[in-house]
C-alpha cells in the first residue's frame, strides 16, 4: 500500500482480488506480533456475511473501491476455517501461510522476526512479517498487551470475552412462477331476429254503375304485377370489446425462520466447586 494505514481504517472496507472480485468486506484486521503492522484480515462471506476468511496483506495495496490483495476469489473461499478469535497460534500462521503458497518469514530463538526478513520487501502494508498475528480491529494490538504504551494490561491476564451467535435474518428476491395471458378463438352460433317485408296481391272491386258510353266486348285478357320482397342479409365486422392485461401487486405476509446458534457461557472453578454463569 502507498502508505502504513491504521487498522481501524481497514473495517468494513471492501475487498477485491486481482481480477476485480469482490471478496467480501474487512473484518478483523490481525498484526504481526514483531512489527504491529497489519499481517492478515478475515473477510466477510456468505449470503449475511457471516463467515470469515483469512487473506493475506502480503503485497496488498489501498485503493478507492477498497483492498487489493494477490490471492484469488476461489483461495481464499478454499482456505482452512480458522476461529477469528483475537490472535494466530504459530501453527495456524503456519496451515494459512502453506494454503496460500507464500513462505513463512524467518525468526529469532526469541519468536521476533529476523532482521534479514523485516528489511525484505518492506512498503507500508508489505509480506507478513512473523508467524502469529494479533487483531487488530478496533486498533488493538496483541491481547493483554495496552494499544497506546505496548505494556502488558494487568486486568486483561485475567479477563476474557464471551461470543455467542445471532441469526441475521433478510429478504432475497427469487423467482416462484410464470403467469401468462394470452388469447384464442372459439366459434359459436348467434340467432339474431330481424323484421322483413314483402308484398302480396289482393284484388279489389268496384262497382260500375253507369255505362262508359263505349261498346263492351267479351274477350280474354290479362295484367301482370312485379311483387317485391325483402330477405335476410348475413355479414360479419370485427370490433374491440374488452382489454385486459397482467399487473403484479406485492403481497407481505409474516413467516417464522428459526435456526439454531451457539453461545459460550461462562464457568468458574473455585476449589473443586463449579459455578455457572
Do not use: C
Not at 514483531?34 to 483469512?54: C, D, R
Not at 518492506?122 to 495496552?146: E, F, H, I, L, Q
Not at 311483387?227 to 401487486?249: C, S
Amino acid at each position: 500500500m502507498a502508505k502504513t494505514m491504521q487498522p481501524q481504517e481497514l473495517i468494513d472496507s471492501a475487498v477485491v482480488d486481482p481480477t476485480g472480485n469482490k471478496l467480501g468486506k474487512v473484518g478483523n484486521v490481525y498484526l504481526a506480533d514483531a512489527t504491529h503492522q497489519p499481517e492478515w484480515i478475515t473477510v466477510k462471506t456468505g449470503l449475511f456475511g457471516t463467515k470469515e476468511s483469512f487473506v493475506p496483506l502480503s503485497g496488498a495495496h489501498a485503493d478507492k473501491d477498497g483492498v487489493h490483495v494477490r490471492v484469488d476469489k476461489a483461495a481464499v473461499s478454499d482456505a482452512p476455517r480458522i476461529d477469528a478469535d483475537g490472535h494466530l497460534s504459530m501453527e495456524e500462521s503456519a496451515q494459512l501461510y502453506k494454503h496460500y503458497g507464500l513462505p513463512m518469514p524467518r525468526t529469532s530463538p526469541d519468536g521476533r522476526m529476523d532482521d534479514r526478513a523485516r528489511g525484505k520487501g518492506r512498503s507500508g502494508m508489505d509480506d507478513a512479517a512473523a508467524g502469529k498475528g494479533a487483531m487488530g480491529g478496533t486498533g488493538r494490538g496483541k491481547p493483554g498487551m495496552d494499544a497506546g504504551t505496548g505494556k502488558k494490561d494487568r486486568d486483561a491476564e485475567h479477563s476474557m470475552t464471551r461470543s455467542e451467535e445471532r441469526l441475521k435474518v433478510g429478504t432475497e428476491q427469487v423467482e416462484t412462477g410464470h403467469v401468462r395471458l394470452r388469447k384464442y378463438v372459439v366459434t359459436e352460433e348467434q340467432q339474431v331476429t330481424i323484421p322483413v317485408s314483402h308484398e302480396e296481391v289482393r284484388i279489389e272491386r268496384e262497382p260500375i254503375t253507369k255505362g262508359s258510353g263505349g261498346k263492351a266486348e267479351i274477350a280474354e285478357d290479362e295484367t301482370e304485377v312485379v311483387l317485391h320482397a325483402e330477405k335476410p342479409v348475413v355479414g360479419k365486422e370485427t370490433v374491440e370489446v374488452e382489454r385486459a392485461r397482467l399487473k403484479t401487486e406485492t403481497v407481505t405476509e409474516d413467516q417464522t425462520i428459526s435456526g439454531k446458534v451457539r453461545k459460550e457461557q461462562f464457568e468458574v472453578t473455585d476449589d473443586g466447586k463449579h459455578r455457572k454463569s
